[in-house]
């Protein structure tokens, strides 16, 4: 979890890697698509934060591409507009944020 003033540093040729696990990522209440729910936190995650730096010549790899498949069949669900659909002027993605699976 970030925290208020403060800076995070990725090194030159330093790599933060996400883990393609769900049950490594906690959840919490956020929103997606619109509507109050259930959301798994991301790899930099914080809430009501000031003063955040994310500095350097390194890499942030959340993996995203195993995560394109659970997202696209979970927003069909939560937005009710079929897997994979979108709004009009909607791009599909909300920045760190995947909806958790409904129980």
Same mark, same amino acid.
């Given at each position: ?12 040729? =330093?790599? @933060?890697?996400?883990? %393609?696990?769900? +049950? ?5 209440? #956020?929103?997606?698509? !619109?509507?109050? &729910? ?25 993996? =995203?591409? @195993?995560?394109?498949? %659970?997202?696209? +069949? ?5 937005? #009710?507009?079929?897997? !994979?659909?979108? &709004? ?16």
């Amino acid at each position: 979890m970030l925290k208020s003033n403060m800076e995070f540093e990725v090194l030159s040729g =330093g790599t @933060l890697l996400g883990s %393609p696990n769900f +049950e490594d990522y906690s959840t919490m209440q #956020g929103r997606w698509e !619109g509507l109050e &729910r259930t959301i798994f936190t991301s790899l930099l995650t914080g809430e009501g934060l000031e003063n955040i730096s994310i500095t350097g010549h390194g890499q942030l790899d959340g993996q =995203g591409a @195993l995560w394109l498949g %659970p997202h696209t +069949e979970n927003r069909g669900d939560a937005a #009710g507009h079929g897997a !994979g659909g979108s &709004r009009a002027g909607e791009s599909g993605w909300r920045a760190f944020a995947l909806a958790a699976p409904s129980a």
